[in-house]
């Protein structure tokens, strides 16, 4: 008879666990132990000693710089009294090795750097005491489990085993976090892709969007854009210097998962600087026992709804196959790890109907086609037991492939692009004493984009030919009104921009078990020395005629044709416009203290020094020393562990970015002569506008010498509790402010104030059309407020996961020099709507940054698994977004009915022989009293996806898996982008894009070893 004691103890928290006693001499580290029987007596006593048999435990997040899991505690006696020289041991059979330490004169033991996974076992063995074994632990990435270890007085060969759930909420940190296992991926229904970035799309507090592009999904968290993310693999830096997308640059299947940890708010000092999400991804371990598994993903087009009436929808095919094995090299001492993905995806391009006839009427022939995906993507790691006390691993990641980027108005497949790269890393671990561990990693990734002109089919010969309803005249030149209705011919340049980021890091974590309480020290450094990104752009038809922009000469009637109003060429066929260099140094310090047995305090500084050097003028442009404080906070509220409060303030300096250092948006440090040509309707020139080339010795830009990175200001609020039937419930207040954003003024133009107003008098250097000042944005930063809260309920049959999201946001401050907009109409600055992006380097809000996908107001995600009998599985997920904002809605003068008369000097002016056009005389102006009155919105995307499927058990260590996903159920069919939401002047303003991908199916078997 097995004999089984739980008591229920206000001094040991149980919280559910089981004891069961056992002698056991096991032959094999994982072979089971013999059940020792009991009579009455014996239960008795198992009863009376289950007070020193059960550990208490919970969670906390630890250092951020690996992948990671950790478990620590403290060895007791049945009085309480510390047990020092006590030998422990952590083992699982997913995971090749052992992994000890021994307690110190405290009783304190931890075990740091254990690699994810599940069923671990953690033994205790002192002299003169029975042996104690605590099962069914899961470490997860970048998590610190506490196990305290109570032992029994008795001999070795007798153990308490203790068996359990663990508590649900976090009582010791007050960072936000979420961990989802790579299996959790592979069972639950998100999006078609089955990607490692699918984990993103149930973080709470993102905001999810189907890329126009390249399909797939971009992720924002409150307010910071797709590219302010880390994103790190196995503690390996793997996000481009280019610009860090991390759905775009990285692909990692989902058999090449084992843990995620989402970092969303609250980052501790030794988190990676990133204004964004911290993403930490655990690959599997290769164990002693041989395992793996082989999966075909098939979702052939056919199965695709249609959810634009009369128009395209994005429908999808794939056909996707996976594999992953993993076992030992040498038995005990060293194992691997290996997985790889065939990419062959077709992803269909939505057009309304609108958008589709103009389509058919400008380009006769017109037919649909997809953005392809190909390529192969591949993950494989190492493992050596170097000693007890040390561990070595190495890894090496590929997912260099070819992706389309065709939008929406494209008449023709004239859009290749190659994404992705290569990362490789050596990580070495060590244990020194119970007390003191390091960890030193370095790595090098070439993630970037197009690498070469070949890879992605090289440059047209044709000009680039853009199409629109109407034209305006706005400073002595012709625009086309609204977004562009068809693309002609190809495009009229490419660039290539490869780009690479070496990593080496630093950690050393030593714990105080006495001085005013406890204390766990930590230490480190994070060193990207010479990150480099070089873009080449190449100009269509070798430069002499790469553009040409024309109207309809019928608005009903588009097959009518069109006429060219501006014509623009080049002075060079290619030319090298970008190429940035950038270091940085960051190192951390900071000090987890426990002064109370209920309150935990994190409090911690993060510098980082980032020197950029822009290697075409051999020019500094940024140099700076970046301080991040960051201080944290936990208090317990109830004995039973189960209600904690939880407060947080951090200042996050921004992840390093090309883009952002470079200033691309306002152009490179080379760029070639521009003329454009405007045409009357008649076709004679109504004026050409010549743009100065600029060089190394004439770039037209100045740097800002105390231009620093941009950063985040965040305080959190929090309530955990832990409530009956495995319910926990977090409820959250976020306040984040983004300041010092990116940001470039023009100082070339002379505006000279008359007693009638400010006109626009000509340049202060007549060789250039503008000059910029590059610096930081002091005159205004976005505010985001988030309202925030998480319900889940676990238990071994249902797991059910919730979560909603209210954040109004707005712009304080003001206007910042020279934009015309604030000499125009100085009182109109507020905005409490679309506000546009972190990225910076407005310098006309008029026509500025109407990039506003990031500023939906409602966000709510839900989940929902259960396991049914017979080996049946059903799970869904619904998703719901309130919709993008157009941004500020501006009109122009003609439709005001008060056309440009010369108020603010003449339309044009010639300098320098040649004609330039006067800022101030813009036709454009603010529809309403401020920027903030009067946007529309995009609609709600919602989509409700499910899965069912079974798994058939052939051995006790065979299965094959079979299932069906069905992705938006209902077929809905939101449109995601305005194609003109913020020009009220313009016949496309309010019409839509982008619409949601259709109601698809897709089937999977899995082979599981």
Known sequence: MLSAAVRLDAHWPTHGLQEVRVRSTPKHPYSPERTRHFGAKGKALSALLLIAAIPTLHSSTGDAQT???????????ASGAIIPNVSIIARSATVGGTFTAMSDTEGNFRLNDLPQGTEYSLEAVGSGFEKFVRVGLIVRAGLDVTVDVPLVIGSQAQAVQVSGDPPLIDTQNAEQTVNLSGELLRNVPITGRHDWSDSLQITPGIISASSDAEGGQTYFLRGSENENHATLLDGMDVGSFEQNWPSNTISIANESL?????????????SPAAMGMVINLASPSGSDLYHGSVLWLTGPAGLNGNNVPNGNAAASATEQPDFAIG?????QRAWFFASGRYIHRDDGISQTSTQDAFLREIAPGFQTFANQSRGFVFLGNASVQLSDKHRLMGLFQFDSRKQDGNYQWYATNIAHGQDGGSAVGLRLLSQWTSRLSTRFLISFNNKGVNTSLGAIDGVGGKPEIDIYTTDTLSGGTLVGQGASLATLNNLNSVTTNPASKPTITGDLAYSIPKGLGTHELEAGYYLEPHELSKTTTFYANNGSLIQENAVLNNAANPAQGYTVFNTESVSQSSLLTSYIGANDYAWYVQDRWHPLQRLAVTAGLRPDWISSRDEIAKQTIQHSWNWAPRVGATYVLTKNERNVVRASWTKITDITNASYLGANAIGGTNTPTTTNTYYNPDGSVLSTIVTPGTSASASGRTFDPHRHQGFVEEWIFGYRAQLPGALTLDVSYIDRNYKDRPAAYDTNQVYTNTGTGTVW??????ALNNTYFITNNRWNYFVYQGYEITVSKQTRAVQLFGTYTYSPDHIAGTWQPYDPSAILEPTKFADNAGIGSVRGYVTNDYTGDTRDRMWQRNQFRSSATYKAPWNLRVSSTLTAQSGTPGGPV??????????YAGQFG???????????SNPLATAYRFKYANRGEGQIWCPWLVQWNALAGREFRLTDRQSVEADVNIYNITNQGAAQQFVNGNNASSTTFGALQNVQLPR??????RYHF
């Open 67 to 77: 992948s990671n899991g950790t478990i620590h505690g403290k060895v007791t006696d």
């Open 258 to 270: 084992g843990d995620i940890q989402i970092k969303t708010g609250g980052n501790d000092a030794s």
């Open 327 to 331: 076992g030992p090299i040498v038995k």
């Open 761 to 766: 008098s000509g340049l202060v250097n007549p």
């Open 890 to 899: 501006i009109t122009t003068l003609t439709a005001l009915g008060t056309p």
């Open 906 to 916: 003449p339309a044009t002016r010639s300098i320098g022989g040649r004609t330039v």
């Open 1000 to 1005: 698809s199916a897709q089937i999977s078997v």
